[in-house]
């Protein structure tokens, strides 16, 4: 095993990662369970149309005009969301899909819902991180035209920028327009803080509104945390929606192409099987959940235990201090992991066409922990200690860990990255857990992900 004091491959200083998606929603959890009051603000931001308070951020032009530009010659408007239309991708959670669900999403802001137009057609999405814990939603509505989409958005925004703060029951909320661009023709993004008597933080709800030609799409989460994390959590939730945000096309005046048909599901042919770019295919039976825990005790409806290996997995993401590093053009990818109440452990396996390629990945990953000094409070700091050459495992190999303190003091929370470059293939491990960041807790921390995933990184030299 690597000794992270001897090796002296770690670079001077502690850069540091904001706080991980994971350890927002734990620390939510956390305070509902000790705070007896929150048991009231849990109930409210549970039920999302409740809450629903925001802050809005201009992804494209912020016109609230509400006359109908003239449509082009000939042009007609989608009266139909596509049955194939990616509404829930990029969640991992189990979740569902229905009509029905359209007005999950419905917004309360001041009391007040500014979304009054029904649309033409809608559809709804909603999924449950754990019983009774974090939400999330999504819906998608077509109107009779691109005119009316953009009176419902400007509506949206007129409810949060004419009331920037409220009352729901007993708990005080504080909306908030945040910067966050979706990429689509038009969009907003803002925050519902929810506040107990005393003005302490209860956490908060984000609301994502995009608009593309007659289509609005309206997407609510859950968030608990500091400024210092919301940047990075804002980034997570934008890039999780990026499929059924990149889909928002086929509804604009010039729409973009339908989906190819979906395949047969398989998981790749054979490892001698070259992909569409030169590279290899992952085969089906490769071993990507190699050394994972088997959990059978999660209840129904949880998505806990083994995840995959499949495609339909989101892609994992790293992200520090407001950055992230996207999944680049490559050949094939899987990915698989292990979720617990405590316990959320992620590998992604990708493909490329040359080794050129893999190496620029690897890069990108290793440079954005060691660009990242640190950030947070002093009673809530975050540190990353980075290796940028293990060079025993695999052709190349590196990783980070970071952990908490609070003035100067170990916290819990251990998050460790593992990148591994075999040929032109890379695996990307992390894992994040209860862990104190002692000395010896960081080095056990990826001396424990290095050799959890020998096994995967041995399987690769056969790629």
Not at 219 to 236: K, P
Request: proline residues 8%; charged residues 25%; aromatic residues 6%.
């Amino acid at each position: 095993m690597p000794d992270l004091n001897d090796l002296n491959r770690f670079d001077e200083g502690l850069p540091v990662t904001p706080m991980p998606a994971s350890e927002v929603r734990r620390r939510g959890d956390r305070l509902r369970r000790r705070n007896t009051t929150l048991a009231v603000v849990g109930g409210v931001l549970a039920a999302t149309v409740a809450v629903a308070t925001p802050l809005a951020v201009l992804g494209g032009g912020g016109s609230d005009s509400r006359l109908d530009p003239a449509p082009p010659p000939g042009l007609t408007w989608r009266s139909e969301v596509p049955p194939d239309f990616p509404l829930q991708g990029g969640w991992t959670f189990a979740s569902e899909i229905a009509p029905e669900l359209g007005r999950i999403t419905d917004l309360d802001v001041c009391g007040t819902n500014p979304l009054q137009l029904d649309g033409v057609d809608r559809i709804g999405a909603q999924y449950a991180d754990a019983p009774g814990s974090d939400q999330g939603t999504r819906s998608l509505t077509l109107y009779a035209s691109d005119g009316e989409a953009r009176s419902a958005l400007a509506d949206v925004r007129a409810a949060v920028e004419d009331c920037p703060s409220g009352r729901v029951g007993q708990v005080a909320h504080e909306y908030t327009v945040r910067d966050a661009p979706l990429g689509t023709e038009e969009s907003l993004v803002f925050t519902d803080e929810a506040l107990l008597e005393d003005g302490s933080p209860a956490g908060a709800t984000i609301y994502q509104v995009a608009r593309t030609g007659n289509a609005l799409f309206v997407e609510s989460g859950f968030w608990m945390g500091d400024e210092n994390v919301l940047a990075d959590e804002l980034e997570r939730m934008r890039t999780t929606a990026d499929e059924p945000l990149g889909r928002m096309c086929l509804f604009g005046a010039e729409p973009c192409e339908e989906l190819p048909p979906a395949d047969d599901g398989s998981t790749g042919g054979p490892a001698s099987d070259p992909g569409p770019l030169g590279g290899p295919m992952i085969p089906d039976a490769f071993p990507l959940n190699d050394a994972l825990p088997a959990d059978d005790s999660a209840e129904p409806g949880e998505e806990m235990g083994l995840l995959g290996p499949s495609r339909d997995l989101e892609p994992l993401e790293p992200a520090a201090c407001g950055r992230s590093v996207a999944l680049p053009e490559h050949v094939d990818r899987l990915s698989g992991g292990f979720r617990n109440v405590e316990d959320f452990r992620g590998r992604m396996l990708v493909t490329f066409a040359d080794v050129e390629q893999a190496d620029a990945y690897v890069d990108d990953v290793l440079e954005l922990y060691s660009d990242c000094p640190e950030t947070g409070p002093e009673d809530d700091r975050a540190l990353t200690q980075t290796i940028t050459d293990l060079g025993d495992t695999g052709d190349r190999a590196g990783g980070a860990v970071t952990f908490y303190q609070g003035f100067g003091e170990p916290k819990p929370g251990l998050a460790t990255v593992l990148v591994v470059r075999v040929g032109s293939a890379v695996l990307l491990a992390s894992s994040y857990n209860e862990g104190l960041g002692t000395p010896a807790g960081v080095q056990d921390a990826f001396t424990g992900i290095v050799a959890e995933n020998e096994g995967v990184v041995t399987a690769m030299q056969d790629l």
